[in-house]
């Protein structure tokens, strides 16, 4: 049983790893939600002044590859002036991913609001902003939650692509110890099975919330 | 029950007068009203009747300007637009104000219940505070007949009870003109009949009501004024009882035969 040995040895690095897989996830979430709300409500926008600017930062931020963005924040922007930690560079970049894409899933959940619950908004005298705050986005996020969690899941794993810039993520404490012990294949299958044991029961929650909110729907 | 041509109605009214002309809207080449006029007493039941597709609802939604005319004059109380030049936000905000609608989907808020569907108007556009706008929306709901369902999300509701929350909705906002787009067409005739009896709770009480309606019934029974329509103009109006009987042009004739002999 030496295999288990071993991976008993690795499972302390491995675990702060992960711990900053986390925290990079969440962080680009609570910092990508919001702004991805932002950008949808942008981009559905009447004023071409607010639809092009946030239309632009969606399609660059769906357009480059994550791992592109992750690179030019980490070592790009240095010879712009701007220097930054590889964990803040890792939330920045995931952030930004975070906001184009979840821009598009709310967009779609607000646009799934019935159009005559806004218009009977417009014959009752509420404000756009009102008809906005408490009918189209607590409707249409309902909506978003469950494609919302999905994305989730990929962002989780997508923290794995931090390793190119030096950040002791989990795939990046897995490769160090591969690269001291050579041994690659436990090691890695180890952290895979780690990435698994978070996004396994996370998707199986988005299963069942997505069938909980369809039937509120039906 | 047609009213007399000096009205009693007026006296006792609750409600403002309304009139529209020259209304013209026109989707690219086809033109869906043309050149349409009409004046609407204070305190009065005006119906609106006619085959699908004559402008009926595009008509009475140019009213609060859910639909933009392209040209002519909406006259609501004394506020007036006029519909070919840009239109003020507070211009807008003044006309609806006066001006409530129900519509035939009856367009609640899904995720809220029947008691916060009437509240959150109150408190967002008359600025009233939670306490007063439920204690209003209470009243209202205890008027049509629904006092024991203020907890109930609409999706609980019977297309009915639904339609009668819309119908409350709109009055807890004290508008001076209620607009009616084919109140009871999604609903079942026995579900639609508590929605008339509501209807003609209100107009009884002088609140001045526009109806775009295929209840035959309650435009000859209720209504005191009644416009039959037809490609986008009127074909006729006048007292509602004189049109059923007597109607003077042929189309008028046909479409009468169409919906009373089914």
Redesign the interface.
Known sequence: MTVLQDWLGFLPQLASGLWVSVVVCLAAIVVGLPLGLALALGSSAGSRALRWPAIAVVEIGRGAPALVVLQVFYFGLPSAGLTLSSTMAACLALALTTAAYTSEIIRGGLQAV?R??L?????????RP?ALR??VI??GI?VAIPPLMGFGVLIFQATSLAYTIALPELLGRAYSIGSSTFQYLSVLALAGLMYAAVTIPASLLTDRVERRMSRHLA | MAQPVTDPAAAKSTGMDVSLEHIVKAYGEHVVLDDVSLSVREGEVCAIIGPSGAGKSTLLRCINLLERPDSGTIRVGDTTIDAGQEVGGKQLHGLRRQVGMVFQSFNLFPHLTVLRNIALPQERVLGRSRAEAEDRAMELLQRVGLGDKPAQYPSRCSGGQQQRVAIARALALDPKVMLFDEPTSALDPELGLEVLAVMRELADEGMTMIVVTHEMQFARDVSDHLIVMGHGTVLEEGQPEKIFTDPATDRTRRFLRAVLER
């Open positions: 019935p005559g619950e218009e009977a908004t417009e014959a009752l005298g509420m404000s009102d408490f009918v607590p409707q309902r």
